[in-house]
């Protein structure tokens, strides 16, 4: 009986630890969200007030934007194809290959461009932000802009900002070319479908309203792992493992979030479209 | 009417949680014009307390008092203006590590010196740099070119771009050799000595050093001024601790 009792008593406890460690995360989960918020737009203003950091921001869009061609561009090519050839498989069961075009356009123009987008630039770029402020915390040169009189959140953050917003529609539109462009070379010239039906069904199901709705959707993906990335690496602390847990969490949190606002990206644009008659 | 004070401070409190205090009803008064050492075992609140000098960090009561103006009240230019007004050398100098030695100089004055011209503000740097004793080779390194006592040379130097009235040193030897150590105190004392009228300020473990640089000489224990004075006031002190923090870091060395 007295056994009993005591296991009773353990399975309650656990029953009520797990309930209070989802808590605690949820708890965690909105702190650190309110405070990357805070954060987000207190950096963000700071973009239109004087001295305006131009030369900042021409560097980081070299470094968010052309640095990330080569891989943008791999990765589109490849995805385009690979895309397209198992589309192909299926609707070739249901002799229905005339479909294969405007499928793997809609599919890359309203998910997968900007979703594929978001995630390689922010492993890349992302991942870099955050190593890079981490570093510049823990080995002091954040507090000797500070020390300095120079505001380190328009100086390092607000930059990088709008870098990363104004970036990623650019290389989504990349993307975008790159994988229709495999698209094409796959379909056309290896599967041997007919060349003038898969532009005119791309051109007769594609419409510009769907490019936009991508290149929107890599704007706020861009503000988010800019956002995380640049929070976690400004506020590191603990000298070469927390330059690490930042670039981690910071990398980890970016890709998560794109993929979870993606969804609900996709349905508010679908809940608009609905609303505003569109079709 | 002419300061006499550089720094004021009056029952400062800091608290971090809100429970336990770093600093813990601290009142200080560090004269103008000389340098003043502040010495104290780990943990007793001396890098917070010249975080709070330099106004990275708010206090939780008490106020404090830079060069006369109230540095918890300030409002966002007015701490811009304040903060060119003091110079730091910090532990590992800082320094940015995708500039140059020279645009490392030039960075601050670039700043806030915006009708200057590039020229001038480079010969402005390249002076600096020679006055903290860097040869010109080493202008184009990249920080992690130099030696310990280079980029404290450089820090230095960047320090002091743009003129400060205080220099604050925030463990300038720690982690150095000797020699290094001693080099790094000699250059304190020719830069207080070239610049008539600055105040410097030198957070420091190093016993010998805070003797040696320091005419006025400040301990802190638990938050607290424990005692503050010339050196014969602390050789003469029969306070049971600074006698063991004295004994302790003399035989040491």
Same mark, same amino acid.
């Given at each position: 009986?007295k056994?009993?009792?005591?296991l009773? +008593?353990?399975i309650n =406890?656990s029953?009520?630890d797990?309930f209070?460690s989802?808590?605690?995360? *949820?708890?965690?989960?909105f702190t650190?969200?309110g405070?990357?918020?805070i954060f987000?737009?207190?950096s963000a203003?700071l973009?239109f007030?004087?001295?305006?950091r131009?030369e900042?921001f021409i560097k980081h869009?070299e470094?968010?934007?052309n640095?990330?061609?080569?891989?943008?561009?791999?990765?589109?090519?490849? +995805?385009g194809?690979?895309m397209?050839?198992?589309?192909?498989?299926?609707f070739n069961?249901?002799?229905?290959t005339n479909?294969?075009?405007?499928?793997?356009?809609l599919?890359?123009?309203?998910?997968l461009?900007?979703v594929?987008?978001g995630l *390689?630039?922010s492993?890349?770029?992302?991942?870099?932000?955050a190593?890079?402020l981490g +570093?510049?915390?823990?080995s002091?040169?954040?507090?000797?802009?500070e020390?300095?009189g *120079?505001?380190?959140?328009?100086?390092?953050?607000?930059p990088?900002?709008?870098?990363?917003i104004?970036s990623?529609?650019?290389l989504?539109?990349?993307? =975008?070319f790159?994988?229709?462009?495999?698209?094409?070379?796959l379909?056309?010239?290896?599967?041997n479908?007919?060349?003038a *039906?898969f532009? =005119?069904?791309?051109?007769?199901?594609?419409?510009?309203?769907?490019?936009n709705?991508?290149?929107?959707?890599?704007?706020?993906?861009?503000?988010?792992?800019?956002?995380?990335?640049t929070?976690?690496?400004?506020n590191?602390?603990g000298g070469a493992?927390?330059?690490?847990?930042?670039?981690?969490?910071?990398?980890?949190?970016?890709?998560v979030?794109?993929i979870v606002?993606?969804?609900?990206?996709?349905?508010?644009?679908?809940?608009?479209?609905?609303v505003?008659?569109?079709? | 009417?002419?300061?006499?004070n550089?720094?004021?401070?009056?029952?400062?409190?800091?608290?971090?949680? %809100?429970k336990?205090?770093?600093l813990?009803g /601290?009142?200080?008064?560090i004269?103008?014009?000389?340098?003043t050492?502040?010495i104290?075992?780990?943990g007793?609140?001396?890098s917070?307390?010249?975080?709070?000098?330099? %106004?990275?960090?708010?206090?939780?009561s008490g106020?404090i008092?830079v060069?006369?103006?109230d540095?918890? $009240?300030m409002?966002?230019?007015? $701490?811009?203006?304040f903060?060119c007004? #003091?110079?730091v #050398?910090f532990?590992h100098?800082? #320094?940015?590590?995708d500039?140059?030695? #020279?645009e490392?100089?030039?960075?601050?004055?670039?700043?806030?010196?915006?009708?200057?011209?590039?020229s001038?503000?480079?010969?402005?740097?390249a002076?600096k740099?020679?006055?903290?004793?860097m040869?010109?080779?080493?202008?184009?390194k990249l920080p992690?070119?130099?030696s310990g006592?280079?980029r404290?040379?450089?820090?230095?130097?960047?320090?002091?771009?743009?003129d400060?009235?205080?220099?604050?040193?925030d463990?300038p030897?720690t982690?150095?050799?000797?020699?290094?150590?001693e080099?790094v105190?000699?250059?304190?004392?020719s $830069?207080?000595?070239s610049?008539q009228g600055?105040?410097?300020?030198?957070?420091?473990?190093d016993?010998?050093a805070a003797f040696?640089?320091?005419?006025?000489?400040?301990?802190?224990?638990?938050?607290k001024? /424990?005692l503050?004075?010339?050196?014969?006031?602390?050789f003469?002190?029969?306070i049971? /601790?600074?006698?063991k923090f004295?004994a302790k870091?003399?035989k040491?060395?």
């Amino acid at each position: 009986m007295k056994s009993w009792l005591v296991l009773r +008593t353990k399975i309650n =406890d656990s029953i009520d630890d797990f309930f209070l460690s989802i808590w605690n995360f *949820i708890i965690l989960f909105f702190t650190e969200a309110g405070r990357i918020v805070i954060f987000f737009f207190d950096s963000a203003q700071l973009i239109f007030v004087k001295p305006y950091r131009f030369e900042e921001f021409i560097k980081h869009m070299e470094f968010i934007g052309n640095k990330s061609i080569m891989i943008i561009v791999l990765t589109g090519g490849f +995805t385009g194809m690979a895309m397209s050839y198992q589309i192909y498989l299926g609707f070739n069961l249901v002799n229905a290959t005339n479909l294969v075009g405007p499928t793997v356009a809609l599919g890359i123009t309203r998910e997968l461009g900007p979703v594929l987008t978001g995630l *390689i630039v922010s492993a890349r770029a992302g991942g870099a932000m955050a190593a890079r402020l981490g +570093t510049m915390r823990v080995s002091e040169q954040i507090d000797a802009l500070e020390v300095m009189g *120079i505001d380190p959140k328009q100086f390092l953050i607000a930059p990088r900002l709008l870098a990363a917003i104004i970036s990623m529609p650019l290389l989504c539109g990349v993307f =975008d070319f790159v994988a229709m462009s495999g698209s094409y070379l796959l379909c056309v010239k290896v599967l041997n479908l007919d060349e003038a *039906i898969f532009w =005119d069904k791309i051109q007769l199901w594609l419409n510009p309203r769907d490019i936009n709705e991508g290149l929107v959707k890599a704007a706020v993906f861009g503000l988010v792992f800019a956002a995380i990335c640049t929070y976690r690496g400004f506020n590191t602390t603990g000298g070469a493992k927390g330059v690490g847990d930042a670039t981690n969490s910071g990398v980890v949190n970016s890709m998560v979030l794109i993929i979870v606002i993606n969804f609900f990206m996709t349905n508010i644009i679908g809940f608009y479209y609905k609303v505003m008659g569109i079709k | 009417m002419e300061l006499i004070n550089a720094v004021e401070i009056k029952d400062l409190k800091k608290s971090f949680d %809100g429970k336990d205090y770093v600093l813990n009803g /601290l009142s200080l008064t560090i004269p103008k014009g000389q340098i003043t050492t502040i010495i104290g075992f780990s943990g007793t609140g001396k890098s917070v307390l010249l975080k709070h000098i330099l %106004g990275l960090i708010h206090p939780s009561s008490g106020w404090i008092h830079v060069l006369g103006k109230d540095v918890t $009240t300030m409002s966002y230019d007015e $701490t811009i203006d304040f903060r060119c007004r #003091l110079g730091v #050398l910090f532990q590992h100098a800082a #320094l940015f590590d995708d500039m140059t030695v #020279l645009e490392n100089v030039c960075f601050p004055m670039v700043e806030h010196r915006r009708n200057w011209g590039i020229s001038e503000i480079h010969n402005i740097a390249a002076k600096k740099l020679k006055e903290s004793g860097m040869e010109e080779k080493h202008f184009q390194k990249l920080p992690n070119e130099l030696s310990g006592g280079q980029r404290k040379r450089v820090g230095l130097a960047r320090a002091l771009a743009l003129d400060p009235d205080i220099i604050l040193y925030d463990e300038p030897t720690t982690g150095l050799d000797p020699i290094l150590t001693e080099m790094v105190d000699n250059l304190i004392l020719s $830069t207080h000595e070239s610049r008539q009228g600055s105040t410097s300020i030198v957070v420091t473990h190093d016993l010998h050093a805070a003797f040696r640089i320091g005419s006025f000489i400040v301990m802190l224990d638990k938050g607290k001024v /424990l005692l503050q004075g010339d050196k014969n006031t602390f050789f003469n002190s029969e306070i049971p /601790l600074v006698q063991k923090f004295l004994a302790k870091g003399f035989k040491r060395d």
